[in-house]
């Protein structure tokens, strides 16, 4: 199997720090290396999916909760939708009357979904700044708005390789696979491994920049 440097070195910084880690990153890029499994996706991104969720343990913190998820609190909503839908060619229109006694049901739990995003979507993204910020250790800060793309960033991977762990994304793109990939492996080293004199030089010329309009 063949690994980039950075993969080599994000891999013995997991290691340092959590054997269990380390070896779920590894098992998943061995997965998706196999050209021959046909599932090679849907079993990478259960590792990738696995190595988010209990990377707060690289700082000694606890794991993620992995059971209220967008996809979940969406579930109720999809089974309402899905009657409807058998019951109907939605292409070619609906008639509301057939339909009409199970309207208030999709109109209720979607009225119970929103309510749900709109209470923990901001704290999952505090959460989730919080543990990267977490992760740095020691070391000035990186400029806020950059910090804000790599939260999103780190989210929408989050949410991408749960959508593919469960087969809930038909058509698996292998470019947008290995990017989201390639985020996570690149946040998760440009916080584990520690910073040389270069590199903390780049970060003040970067931080300065940003001040600076």
């Known amino acids: 199997m063949f690994t980039t440097p950075d993969q080599d070195a994000l891999f013995a910084c997991l290691l340092r720090r959590s054997v269990k880690l380390a070896r779920i990153y590894r098992g998943g890029l ?9 599932c090679r996706y849907e ?8 190595l988010i969720e209990k990377s707060p343990l690289l700082t000694n913190s606890q794991a993620f909760a992995g ?7 969406l579930a109720p909503v999809n089974e309402v939708f899905s009657t ?36 923990n979507r901001p704290s999952a993204a505090k959460r989730t700044a919080r543990h990267l910020d977490d992760l ?30 469960h087969n809930r994304e038909e058509n698996v793109d292998r ?11 690149n946040t998760l080293l440009r916080r584990l491994r520690p910073r040389s004199i270069e590199q903390l030089d780049e970060l003040d010329a970067l931080i300065k920049e940003a001040e600076n309009g």
Not at 30 to 38: G, H, M, Q, T
Not at 43 to 50: D, P
């Open 136 to 165: 740095s250790g020691v070391g000035p800060a990186p400029p806020v708005d950059f910090f804000s793309k790599e939260v999103e960033g780190w989210m929408a991977a989050d949410d991408y390789f749960k959508k593919v762990a």
């Open 84 to 119: 409807i839908s058998r019951s109907q060619k939605i292409s070619e229109g609906i008639n509301l009357e057939s339909v009409a006694a199970l309207l208030p049901s999709l109109l209720g739990e979607l009225d119970k979904f929103f309510e749900w995003q709109e209470l």
């Open 30 to 38: 061995v997965v998706l290396a196999d050209e021959s499994n046909p």
């Open 43 to 50: 079993l990478a991104a259960h590792s990738l999916r696995e």
């Open 175 to 185: 470019d947008d696979f290995l990017r989201r990939l390639s985020f996570i492996e």
């Open 67 to 73: 059971g209220d998820t967008i996809t979940n609190r």
